[in-house]
């Protein structure tokens, strides 16, 4: 360049800062729906578990960064999902298909255990259905631990006993 030559500056303001999104708030929502929602929006999702006595199992607690904040793409957000409470009220299963109750109990986080037997008369039901269980309807048990359930058995049928057959007497004595 000659001397004197009029010479063009660009002052930089530094980077642009990234974009930022709105993390949304999933507060309430299942863990599965959540974390979609979170991906689908471009940030990494981790999860911690709790027990709650509020919040249903399986639901999100809380997050970290919270719901509205803005972040760019790529931020951790952590879910807090709830175990559940930390102690359980075990529910009346009388009379429960056996699948049902089983269903309940581990909807509830708890484990299922099937012993087949006969009801007592004064605890009558069809077969497959409960009559009896442990620990007993509203005793207080911890996330995890297992229910007995006590399931009326089909009743064991023999096959008729029919009388032996015999052809009849046609006379020919070579039968």
């Known amino acids: 360049m000659k001397k004197g030559t009029a010479v063009s500056l660009v002052v930089s303001k530094g980077r642009r800062p990234p974009k930022e999104y709105t993390i949304p708030d999933v507060t309430g929502k299942p863990y599965t729906t959540a974390k ?24 999100v607690i809380r997050t970290d960064p919270s719901g509205g904040e803005k972040r760019p793409k790529g931020t951790e957000v952590t879910l807090y999902v709830s175990r559940g409470p930390s102690t359980l009220k075990v529910p009346n299963l009388f009379n429960n298909s056996k699948l049902s109750a089983c269903n309940k109990l581990k909807s509830m986080g708890l484990k299922c255990k099937v012993m087949p037997g006969t009801a007592p008369p004064d605890k009558p039901v069809s077969p497959g259905q409960v009559y009896d269980q442990q620990p007993s309807p509203d005793s207080t ?22 009388p032996p057959v015999t052809p009849p007497d046609d006379g020919n004595p070579f039968d």
């Open 141 to 162: 048990v911890a996330p995890g631990d297992t229910v007995t359930i006590f399931v009326q058995q089909t009743p064991q049928t023999s096959p008729p006993v029919s």
């Open 36 to 59: 979609s929602l979170l991906e689908d929006r471009g940030f990494d999702v981790t999860q911690q578990t709790e027990t709650n006595d509020d919040v249903p199992r399986g639901q």
